[in-house]
């Protein structure tokens, strides 16, 4: 690894359109992140509502070497970015609203739906998901600079109980996505299965790499998903590492990445 005094690779990425609204910031060797900058679209009076900054969430870890505090407004992505995060060693700040599928009361006692009132049309999680991962993809690619002294390489496998994944990733500048997820339900909590094979695509889309994600075995939906963004994280930290003695050099053949 190199030197402690290297500087820090971090990127700040705003990416709106009609569909979502994300803010990012993202540190590759973690340490401290300040707050995000004001936005009016996650005041408090917007369709829904996203905890300030300092809240204490599911998925939020403020600690010496970490800070890492995310909303998606989908619980299950929150938890696999910041298990992503975590394990990779990142520090990131991450917030995004975008047109989720409208939450809904429902009184069983009187069979009665009412929707919560919204300022825009509701769609489902596609868009929220697809554009997270292409916002987290291109903080990435900004973070990571020339891609020079780096690892290049990285693979990892990871276990939850029954489930164990492999990650193979190649910061290669050539985007391509290969993932077996074997996903027996459609929805992990409010998550549509089918969106992590995307979402990863789409972040090897702007993060310009190579990667193959495989779950080799598991039971349970979450530990399947769960050991896969582990082993993701691990390859991740290992493929961006720095090498001592390398800086300015590149890991190819062809002399450029």
């Known amino acids: 690894m190199s030197s402690s005094l290297s500087p820090s690779r971090k990127a700040f990425i ?22 995000l900058e004001p936005n009016p679209e996650f005041d408090a009076s917007s369709h829904y509502s996203i905890p300030a900054q300092d809240a204490d969430t599911h998925a939020s870890q403020i600690t010496a070497t970490q800070h890492i505090w995310i909303w998606t407004g989908v619980g299950f992505l929150d938890h696999m ?3 992503w995060a975590k394990h990779a060693g990142w520090s990131l ?20 739906i009412e929707p919560y009132s919204f300022s825009f049309a509701t769609v489902d999680d596609h868009h929220t998901t697809e554009d997270t991962f292409l916002a987290l993809g291109s903080a990435f690619t900004k973070a990571l600079g020339p891609r020079t002294g ?11 109980d029954e489930a164990l994944s492999r990650a193979v990733l190649d910061i290669s500048s050539r985007p391509f996505f290969v993932g ?20 990863l695509a789409s972040w090897a889309q702007t993060a310009n ?10 039971a349970n939906d979450h530990h399947r998903a769960e050991s896969a963004f582990k082993a993701l994280a691990v390859a991740c930290k290992i493929a961006a590492g720095r090498v001592e003695g390398k800086e300015g050099e590149v890991s190819s053949t062809k002399g450029v990445l």
């Open 93 to 112: 700040r991450l917030r995004s609203k975008g047109d989720l599928l409208s939450r809904i009361a429902l009184d069983l006692s009187q069979n009665a």
């Open 81 to 83: 970015l910041h298990a």
């Open 209 to 218: 790499v190579t990667l193959h994600v495989d779950v080799l075995k598991g």
């Open 180 to 199: 077996e997820f074997g996903f027996t339900g459609p929805m992990i909590g409010t998550l549509n299965s089918q969106m992590i094979h995307h979402g």
């Open 14 to 35: 705003t990416r709106n359109t009609k569909e979502t609204k994300i803010q990012l910031s993202l540190c590759l060797d973690g340490g401290p992140l300040d707050h």
């Open 150 to 160: 780096i690892a290049r390489f990285g693979y990892a496998y990871a276990p939850l």
